[in-house]
């Protein structure tokens, strides 16, 4: 399956974006997504993730009450709408999935970056202040 992210751009602090995440080659339903970020000098980290249906989901405690991460099966596209941006969100966005529609209990697993097989380009976000 590929996956590529759109969306970024530049906005002041206090903004919103909405970035979309197009997927290709596969049934759309039949994967777990996410998104990551990674800023500058900075480990790529777990921002949010949602399962196959759409009906569970998970965030970053950085993240929780601002963002929030959505899908369309039909559309075969993944979202995340980012409200009350801060500096501190200026990274490239990347959106992986997961050949397993069911989100793991383990919010360890959920997070990490080796729990996802599929990776694209990311899109980059720069809030200033």
């Known amino acids: 399956v590929q996956l590529q992210a759109s969306g970024g751009g530049s906005v002041q602090a206090g903004g919103s974006l909405r970035l979309s995440c197009a997927v290709s080659g596969g049934t759309f339903s039949r994967y777990a997504g996410a998104w990551f970020r990674q800023a500058p000098g900075k480990e790529r980290e777990f921002v949010a993730t949602i399962s196959g249906s759409g009906a569970s989901t998970f965030y970053a405690g950085s993240v929780k009450g601002r963002f929030t991460i959505s899908r369309d099966n039909a559309k075969n596209t993944m979202y995340l709408q980012m409200n009350s941006l801060e500096p501190e969100d200026t990274a490239v966005y990347y959106c992986?999935?997961?050949?397993?529609?069911?989100?793991?209990?383990?919010?360890?697993?959920?997070?990490?970056?080796?729990?996802?097989?599929?990776w694209g380009h990311g899109t980059l976000v720069t809030v200033s202040s």
């Open positions: 992986p999935a997961r050949e397993n529609p069911i989100l793991s209990p383990s919010m360890r697993q959920r997070n990490s970056i080796n729990e996802y097989e599929y």
